[in-house]
């Protein structure tokens, strides 16, 4: 009888455990140590330092971020710089950082942004959700999702997703244009011209913006420049090519850029100037 109930305590022992999955990214570490920051919105990051420290990995939980990053649990690779620490982590097959920790002064200051990182929030230390943090719970949770399909669709690379954060940004900043120039001016992406590849390099959103900035700041500064809009542009097209560049043909602005160059906002105003 001795002998049975041994047994069974050493079974209930090795079912209550958890292993890590070979091929899992957290293969080789555990958990040390949590963090929760919070804020008055409701949002919460939760890091989790790995051990060991030399592989630089933690884990990253999202809460009431009002994003589709909620519930997610996303392994991380970590840099330090200048009392900043970044958390890099992977989502539609890009590299991103939505999380960076900074030193100031004394106190930590957590910077979140949101997948098309046209906004930020800033979240604190959050001492009493720090003490009841159960950092395995954490780590249980992302071996979980490690092996739910639904959760590796949105690691993998999705061109259409990040096509439409960019047309989204584009179609922010055409609406402001606009508003400012009086104009109905309507813009497109040569998206036949754009890689897979440079879609994962590049942020086409912030890159396609260009000229309209441009547009906003001289009507702002000129009525002139609002009837010249009005009277001489229809389209901006955004598109990529050999060399970053600015063109005006048939009342359609042609705005090329090329991996990690675009035409400078100085040199782009005084085309314009020179051009309408």
């Not at 929760?36 to 051990?51: D, H, M, P, Q, R």
């Not at 200048?82 to 100031?104: A, D, L, M």
């Not at 998206?191 to 590849?197: F, G, K, L, P, V």
């Not at 040199?267 to 314009?272: A, G, I, P, S, Y």
């Amino acid at each position: 009888m001795r002998v049975l109930l041994a047994v069974g305590v050493v079974a209930l022992s090795l079912g209550c455990s958890r292993g890590v999955r070979p091929d899992s990214e957290v293969a080789g570490t555990k958990p040390v140590t949590g963090k929760v920051y919070s804020n008055e919105a409701g949002e919460k990051v939760t890091l989790i330092a790995l051990e060991p420290g030399d592989a630089h990995k933690a884990l990253v939980a999202f809460e009431g971020t009002k994003s589709e990053l909620d519930g997610q649990v996303l392994v991380a690779s970590v840099s330090s710089e200048r009392g900043k620490t970044h958390y890099w982590t992977p989502w539609r097959g890009r590299k991103q950082r939505f999380v960076s920790v900074e030193n100031r002064g004394g106190y930590e200051d957590l910077i979140f942004s949101d997948v098309n990182h046209t906004g930020y929030t800033h979240l604190k230390p959050d001492a009493g959700k720090t003490g009841a943090l159960k950092v395995e719970k954490i780590f249980e949770r992302y071996q979980d999702l490690e092996g739910d399909k639904k959760y590796q669709a949105m690691l993998a690379f999705d061109r259409k997703f990040w096509a439409n954060q960019a047309e989204v940004q584009l179609a922010e900043a055409l609406a402001e244009t606009n508003k400012t120039c009086g104009s109905k001016l309507t813009s497109t992406v040569a998206w036949d011209s754009i890689t897979d590849a440079q879609i994962n390099e590049m942020s086409f959103g912030s890159y396609c913006v260009g000229p309209l900035e441009s547009l906003q700041k001289l009507c702002a500064r000129s009525d002139e420049a609002k009837r010249a809009v009005q009277q001489k542009l229809q389209t901006v097209e955004c598109r990529m090519d050999a060399q970053a560049a600015l063109k005006l043909e048939a009342q359609k602005i042609i705005w090329s850029v090329t991996s990690g160059s675009t035409v400078q906002p100085d040199e782009t105003t005084t085309f314009l100037i020179d051009n309408l």
